[in-house]
T-cell receptor, first 115, second 110 residues
Framework: NAGVTQTPKFQVLKTGQSMTLQCAQDMNHEYMSWYRQDPGMGLRLIHYSVGAGITDQGEVPNGYNVSRSTTEDFPLRLLSAAPSQTSVYFC??????????????FGPGTRLLVL | GQQLNQSPQSMFIQEGEDVSMNCTSSSIFNTWLWYKQDPGEGPVLLIALYKAGELTSNGRLTAQFGITRKDSFLNISASIPSDVGIYFCAGMEGAQKLVFGQGTRLTINP
């Protein structure tokens, strides 16, 4: 298994440009999430999905869109990038086993700079 | 939204020392998680806690789910150089939403 993969690793955008951050997992996990990490603020939830076709907003959803057409993929779209979206973005997938044991895996992250 | 206060923000210790860090919340969580993040990588799950009062170990790591369900503690015994990194607590809201603490940066002097 490749686990959770994210592309690209690094990206520089100009203000107003759009782009899609890709996330894929090959573990058949139902739950997937996007977080952003800023210095001194931990990780904050942007959007999440509990299964294909189902998405919901997290703590900081403004400026981001998501879709979940398949179990494997959960892309994050920035429609019009702003400097405030400069951050490190992490995708995560999760599967809760029957005996309540938690399993959650994070991808390696995408570092985004918006000029 | 929910806020988790994690302390201390940073720690500078000698190799071999024990480490303690904690998280507190203004609200109740049903699950507490502890993660470690190495530079340039995503967080890795260390310990998950599901019941108030639960004490769980993973090697030299021990974590506890506070009785009030509003706090959790992580202890690392006999620290080694590879323990360096940022440790995050997280509380789970409902079935999917995680709220993270600000992190504790651990530095170890050999």
């Amino acid at each position: 298994n490749a686990g959770v993969t994210q592309t690209p690793k690094f990206q520089v955008l100009k203000t107003g440009q759009s782009m899609t951050l890709q996330c894929a997992q090959d573990m058949n996990h139902e739950y997937m999430s996007w977080y952003r990490q800023d210095p001194g603020m931990g990780l904050r939830l942007i959007h999440y999905s509990v299964g294909a076709g189902i998405t919901d907003q997290g703590e900081v959803p403004n400026g981001y869109n998501v879709s979940r057409s398949t179990t494997e993929d959960f892309p994050l779209r920035l429609l019009s990038a702003a400097p405030s979206q400069t951050s490190v973005y992490f995708c995560a997938s999760r599967y809760k086993m029957l005996d309540s044991q938690e399993t959650q895996y994070f991808g390696p992250g995408t570092r985004l700079l918006v000029l | 939204g929910q806020q988790l206060n994690q302390s201390p923000q940073s720690m500078f210790i000698q190799e071999g020392e024990d480490v303690s860090m904690n998280c507190t919340s203004s609200s109740i969580f049903n699950t507490w998680l502890w993660y470690k993040q190495d530079p340039g990588e995503g967080p890795v799950l260390l310990i998950a806690l599901y019941k108030a009062g639960e004490l769980t170990s993973n090697g030299r790591l021990t974590a506890q789910f506070g009785i009030t369900r509003k706090d959790s503690f992580l202890n690392i015994s006999a620290s080694i150089p590879s323990d360096v990194g940022i440790y995050f607590c997280a509380g789970m809201e409902g079935a999917q939403k995680l709220v993270f603490g600000q992190g504790t940066r651990l530095t170890i002097n050999p």
